[in-house]
């Protein structure tokens, strides 16, 4: 947020200032309120808003998509080889994030697609670095993390373990996508932590919205800056920028701005 914040203030008329926050949820209902006009959620939890479902009682729709930037994968990581299948988290003590968070539904949607529920494994409520850490210290046998890969929490976890991904098999896959469109299936390749091998999953989109009240002008500013510019804005996930993916989200609507620079780009998108 900061490397886009600082690049479009100095490349355009609009400024825009990085302030931290506590996540997707509170980023939504920061700009429902006005404290704020931009900010970064997770597709999922877009989605749970607008419908106002899930992290949210009732639906908040003074919202708009701006662009998806790049994927999080959900990542179920254990140091167990005989742990091959999420059918095998039966029983087992995982870490499925903090109650209530994005990466805690993400988890409940991935066990749900293989029959299991909370109940049927010992949960736990960690951070990522908490589970990292439980995982060393074989206080758990899994942890589910959703970030975009290489996470630094994984790669410090493989740094010292041999550590495995479980994957989703393609059946699991395509039902979690009917169910829940804002997946994805999305292959970590086994070079990325140096597992034994390519791990089948789903993802979901990080995206910018901006409030409903946000200018034509400014939304334009800052797409078309991030977008022109991909390959100088010095962020680790400007290489998964691409208008195909930007364009793709469906169950929000897209900001006029947004949409004014993607028509340029021969792209039409839904809007309010």
């Excluded at 729709?61 to 790049?70: I, K």
């Excluded at 179920?76 to 039966?90: G, Q, R, S």
Aim: negative net charge.
């Amino acid at each position: 947020g900061g490397t886009l914040a600082g690049y479009v203030t100095e490349n355009t008329d609009t400024t825009v200032t990085a302030v931290a926050s506590n996540g997707s949820q509170t980023n939504i209902e920061d700009i429902a309120s006005g404290a704020i006009q931009l900010g970064f959620v997770q597709s999922d939890v877009m989605s749970y808003a607008y419908q106002g479902t899930r992290l949210f009682e009732e639906s908040v729709t003074n919202f708009s998509t701006v662009a998806a930037l790049y994927m999080e994968q959900v990542q179920i990581v254990t140091l167990n080889p005989d742990i091959k299948t999420v059918a095998d988290l039966e029983g087992k003590t995982v870490s499925i994030g903090a109650s209530g968070s994005g990466v805690y539904f993400n988890a409940l949607d991935v066990l749900g697609a293989y029959g299991l529920t909370e109940e049927d494994i010992n949960p736990q409520y960690q951070d990522f670095a908490t589970s990292v850490d439980s995982l060393k210290d074989g206080k758990i046998d899994a942890a589910f993390i959703v970030a975009g890969a290489p996470t630094t929490a994984v790669v410090d976890l493989a740094s010292g373990n041999d550590i495995y991904l479980v994957s989703l098999d393609q059946e699991h896959i395509d039902a979690l996508i009917e169910t829940s469109p804002y997946y994805s299936a999305y292959t970590i390749t086994s070079d990325v932590y140096g597992t034994p091998e390519d791990c089948t999953t789903v993802a979901i989109a990080a995206v910018v919205i901006a409030g409903n009240d946000v200018s034509e002008d400014a939304v334009y500013d800052f797409v078309s800056t991030i977008f022109n510019n991909k390959g100088s804005l010095g962020h680790a996930k400007e290489a998964e920028l691409d208008l195909e993916f930007a364009t793709s989200i469906s169950d929000v609507p897209y900001h006029p701005g947004a949409a004014r620079y993607f028509e340029e780009q021969g792209i039409t998108v839904p809007t309010a």
